[in-house]
Every structure is written in C-alpha cells, then in structure tokens.
C-alpha cells in the first residue's frame, strides 16, 4: 500500500452520506402514541399496557427532536432517542414535584398527544415527499454467497449459545455464594453458552464480510451475558445499596413530592423522579420489580451511545463497533444499576453524542496553533489533515444547543459530579473551536453552580465540599466500601487495574498513531475528553470512589483511541480479537466474584418490607449487621434522629472487651427518641457478623435471648427475627 493511501484508510472525516428518509419510524411512533393513551385513558391494567406505554414513553418524545439532528448511526440514533425522551420527561417529572402537582398520568397522555401528533405529521410529509427506490436495487444488494454462509452459521451457533446460556441462568441456584462469588456457581452449560456467543461477537467484529445486523444482535448478545446475568440469576434485586434509591423512588411516588430535609437524594431528585413517573404512567408502581433490568438497559443503550460517538469521531464500519464491545468489556466500576449516577452517565454519552454531532466546527486561530504545535512536539511524520466538517443548518444548531441545555439541566438535578464533568469536557472544546457556538460554556457552568448554592450550607456539613486539593491523596483514597480480604478479592482488584492499564496502554499508541498520521485535531478532542474526567479528584475524594468515576468517564474514549491502534490487517486484527477476548475474560472474571457481595437474602427483604409499614418516626432499630431497611415509601421516618438506626458491630467497636445485652440496654438507653426499639437477628446479618470478626456468636446469641426476654418478638419467617422493645420496658 502506498502512503497516499493510508490517510484515506485513516480518515477521520465526517460522514456526508444522505440520511435515509422513511417514514415508518414516524408512523409507528404515532401509532404508538395514540394506543399508549387509550390505554392510560380506559385504566387499563396489565403486562401490555406496561409494555406499549413504556415503549411509547421511551420513543415517541424524544424522536422528533433526534431526527433533526442528523446522527447517521441508526443504533445510535435510537439510544439518543431513548435519553431524549426520558430527559424531557425528567423535567416534566421535576417540575411536578417541585411546585407539588403530582400528576402523571394527566401529564403523560399530554406529552403523548403533542408529541404523537408531530410525528404523524412528519410521517405524512415524508411520504409525500420521500424518493421511491429505483427498480432493481434489492437485486444489487443481495448479499454474496459466502456472506450468506457467514451470516447463516454465525447466527446459528448464536441462537444455540444464547440458548444455553439461558438454561444455564435458569439452573444457577440462589443459595449464598462463597468468595468466588459467581463464577463457582455458574454450571457448565452457561459456561458453554457464553463462549459460543463471546466467540461469534469477536468473528464478526475481526470479519468485515458479516452483515452489520448479525454484528449487532451478537454484540447485544455479548453484553446480555456481562451485564444481564448477575441480575437474572439473583433472587432480590442488586447490589444492596439499591434499595434506598427504590425507596426514593417509592417516596416521591406516594407523596409526589420531595422533602429536601430527609436526605441528598430529595435534593437530587432527578432520577428517582422520572422513575416515579414511569412507574406512574405505565401501572407498574412497585418501584422493585424495573430494577432487575436497569444494568441491562443502561448497559446498552451507553454502548450504543459509545458506537455514534465513534462514529462521530471518524470510525467507519466495524470499527466503530469494536470501541463499542471494548468499552463495555473495559467499563468494570459497576455503576450501571438502578441509580442517579447510571443515569447521568447515560445523559453524559448522549450530551457528548449531540455536541459532536451537531457543534463540531474546524478550531479558531488558537485551536489551530494548539493542533500544529501538538503535531510538531510528536514530530508527526504527515502534515496535519484538515477535516471537512459541514456547517450545520440553523434549525440544527439551535436545536441540539438545545438539548445540550435541557440534558445538563437534568443531569445537574440528577446527580452532584456528572455536570461538572461536562463542563471540563467541552469548555475546553468551545473555547478553542472544536464546538461552537462558544457562548454556550457559559449556561453550562452556571446550571450546576447556581443549583450548589442552595445546597452549599447541606453538602458542607453533612459531607464536606471538599477533601483537600490534593489529587494524589484522592486517588489514592480508601473505598467506603469492605470487602473482606482473600485471594479472590485479590485477584480481582489486580484483574480490573490490568484492564484499565492495558486498555489506557493500547489507548496511548491509538492516539501516537493518529497524531503521526496527520489526524492531531481529532487526537486532541480524544485525548481531552479521556483525560478531563482528572477534573473529579482535583479537591474531593467522593468517599474514595472519584476515582472509579474517573475510570467510567475517562473509558469511552479510552476505547475509541485503543481502537485505532488496531486499524489495518493480519496481525493488528489478531491483536484485536486478543484483547478484546483478554478484557472480555478480565470483565467477567472481575464483576462475577465480585457478585458475592452484591447479594441481599429474599427473607431479609421481605422483613425489611413488614417493618417499613410499622416504623414509626420516634422508633429506633438495631441490626446485627447490614440489613436493606430502607426499601420503601416510608423510609423518611429512619433518619429523623441521629444515630436512629445502628448495628451491633457499630457498637461492638466501642467495647473492645466485647458486647453484653447490659451494653446494649445503655446503648438503647441513649438512642431513645420516645418511641420503641426494634432489633433484626437473621442468619445472613450472624454469619457475616462473625467473619468480619466484629461480633462473636455466642455474643449475638446472649444478645438475642436477653432482647427475647424483655421484648415481643413481632416476625419469625425465613430464618429473620424481628423484636419490639416497647418504650416501657
């Protein structure tokens, strides 16, 4: 190949092809519209009402918007619809809470109706107006035999492996998991399973033969299997500290609005708002049930988020794809279940996304000079390629400046990090060029600055607005999360620091590769948006997890550069299948043991539900060790005291010659508010008591029998004891 080849295999150029202009999307978006009010109009009840409704909710709102904008990658295109759509919402749902007029299904029906009737409106102009195709062109388009062969056994052995990787779900047991967490517990079968389907995502990703329809059912597939089986296979949902948000959720559903005074969620509350009001909207008011396939969804809608992305930053065909797979097998913090910070990450992609799409300009006179000196430090050995970036029409732009706006107005209502990562992401961008118009660096700063002030004097004493300006000291410290020490536990923290290191060492060569092959513009806005998530441990710790966020945010465009390092034949492709099956096996590896953590026993949830109903708000309880107390709509009544809930190994801290019933009756003495004491004993909360050494058995046990003996014991099922110590005694 001769050099002035490569910069076209290289290019990063945007894409000027046409968007293809039907009219079905539209149609049935409309359909969908008017039966999702049919359904919320006659009170309809039942699985399809929850599905169409969902559905709609999820499509209908956000596609007018989206279409406007011009994202050429139709996967991409249905994920920003999916966030647009659950965006406005999200301020429709908070402006109801805030002003204290919960209505949602008046709402719903309403924002169905506008926006049904605009894509009715826009699927009957497209028709009147859209090209027929030319006779003949299915005929051209028939796939080649060998394709066809490609796509037929790949898709079988698919279907098999997805199979058994169903049956291997259905077969693994509930029953507590020891330190390898699941990858113990999971049969053979699954095993069998998984391999098949991780081994035709990687064919078709090295292939470029394979239909993109086969490589995108077997990427959906792959990430089912990383994301979708821990939850599948668990009894309640998970990890445990998902029950609070399923509480806040219950809570603004019930009383639809939020009490700033209980905790930061109320004064947060974003995404447990919008949750409350598509459980609302659809019938399904049991904020415990959704939460099952919120890693799923979250999963794959930020991987196909990932993929425009890509594709917005000049990766063609399968590659855009191979960034998609390699930041979901490299994305190993764990912050994709039912949460704020899941969901803001989710608008984080879809902000992005927008602005790539949408902003992207050629750099001003200092942009440029930044791009040259880059070029010239890294001694690259062509001269920088001009990148042709067609300027968008008015309507274009106003609209995605737009939406920029109303995303990080939710994100900022949402979740107390993720606007200001925007905000170090493309500030930098817009003032340099790279994104325009430049004035919009401005509004983006203000939101999450003007929403702290109110919030300052909360965050300062409950918190700490900052931990030091310190970064090393912030990365390097101490998780608020325990786990207890093994070999297990070993492995794992090594496993998931060697997938960040080798994905950030193979993102390093991407990045040198394009710089020298004269793409330094787009090496620069890769570059930046890896690196400017650094902004969260510059002053705060977050409880020593700033630096899994870093992680989270940085590993997007980690992936997209690491993608370049592959681009070309033979050998390269062969590096990529490797590492995409080494971090693929490190990512299961790392979350599966980790899984033995994330676990919460069905008999201690459905105690912890019993007693959310009896708990008044002088009441105190006493737990022997962690125990998912806060679950439901009147978890508000828990933290009206301090120190009102607490466990044994808490206080076993205080008295190191070990803890007596006669400890206990004082420690009760001090927490009394007026109310009665509660205390929870079950096996789970025992056995784990004792392995972290805290308590001893036969100290729970005395403990037990003394509170016996003065209380009435309330509930006994499934191995979880519940005891009321009235005031009185």
Known sequence: MTATTTPTRLSLRSDTRRIPRSPLPSLVAAVLAFAAILLIATGATGTVRTAVVLVALLVVPGLPVVRLLGVREPVSRGALVVATSVAIEAVLALAMVWTKQWTPLPAAGLLLLLTGWVSLGHGVQTVRTAHRPLAGAVGRDRLATAVLVRSVVGVGVLVTGIALWAVGN??????????????????????????????????????????????????????????????????????????????????????????????????????????????????????????????????????????????????????????????????????????????????????????????????????????????????ARRAPVVETVPTPTRTVTITAVTLVLVLQFVMTASHQLTPFVVVAALAPLLVLGFLRPWWLVFPLLAMPLLYLVPNLGYIEKNFGLTTGFDPVSNVTAASTSIALPSIATTLQSRSVLALTALVAVIALVGLVRMVRSGHVRQALVVAWFAVSPIVLVLGQSYGGEAKF???????????????????????????????????????????????????????????????????????????????????????????????????????????????????????????????????????????????????????????????ASEGTLRYDRDGVRIYEVSRAA
């Open 170 to 379: 259905a077969q693994t047991g509930s029953s507590p998991l020891g330190e390898w967490g699941l990858l113990t517990a999971l049969p053979p079968i699954w095993w069998i399973g998984a391999v098949a389907v991780i081994a035709v995502a990687l064919v078709s990703l090295v292939d470029r033969r394979y239909p993109t329809i086969v490589r995108a059912v077997s990427a959906a597939a792959l990430l089912a299997v990383m994301y979708g089986t821990t939850n599948l296979v668990a009894t309640e949902p998970r990890p445990p500290w998902v029950f609070k948000h399923i509480a806040v959720t219950a809570y603004i559903g019930q009383h639809g609005a939020v009490d700033p005074s209980i905790d930061i969620y109320n004064r947060w509350p974003g995404f447990f708002s919008v949750s409350a009001f598509l459980g609302a909207a659809t019938g399904h008011l049991d904020a415990m049930d959704p939460v099952r396939w919120a890693e799923l969804a979250f999963a794959l809608t930020d991987g196909a988020l990932v993929l425009g992305i890509g594709r917005a930053l000049g990766l063609r065909g399968r590659w855009a794809w191979v960034a998609a797979v390699l930041f979901s097998a490299a994305n190993w913090v764990g912050q994709d279940y039912y949460s704020p910070q899941a969901f803001a990450f989710m608008l984080f992609l879809s902000t992005v996304l927008v602005a790539l799409t949408a902003l992207r300009r050629s750099p001003n006179a200092i942009g440029r000079w930044v791009a040259t000196t880059a070029s010239r430090l890294s001694r």
């Open 549 to 707: 966020r870093v992680v989270l945010f940085s590993a997007p465009f980690l992936a997209i550069a690491a993608t370049r390092a592959f681009h070309g034949r033979g050998v390269r492709l062969v590096a990529m299948a490797l590492v995409l099956t080494v971090t693929t096996g490190l990512f299961i590896g790392a979350t599966f043991q980790a899984e033995q953590a994330n676990r919460t026993a069905p008999g201690e949830v459905a105690a912890a539900t019993w007693l959310d109903s009896r708990f008044a708000a002088d009441d105190s309880l006493t737990t022997v060790g962690t125990f998912p107390d806060i679950l439901g709509p009147h978890y508000d009544n828990y933290f009206r005291h301090w120190g009102q809930v607490a466990t044994l190994q808490d206080a076993a801290a205080y008295f190191p010659k070990g803890l007596t019933p006669a400890d206990l009756r004082t420690v009760l003495g001090d927490r009394s508010f007026g109310g009665d004491s509660w205390l929870v004993f079950s096996a789970g909360q025992r056995a784990d008591a004792i392995a972290r050494g805290s308590v001893t058995g036969a100290q729970i046990d005395a403990i037990e029998r003394s509170v």
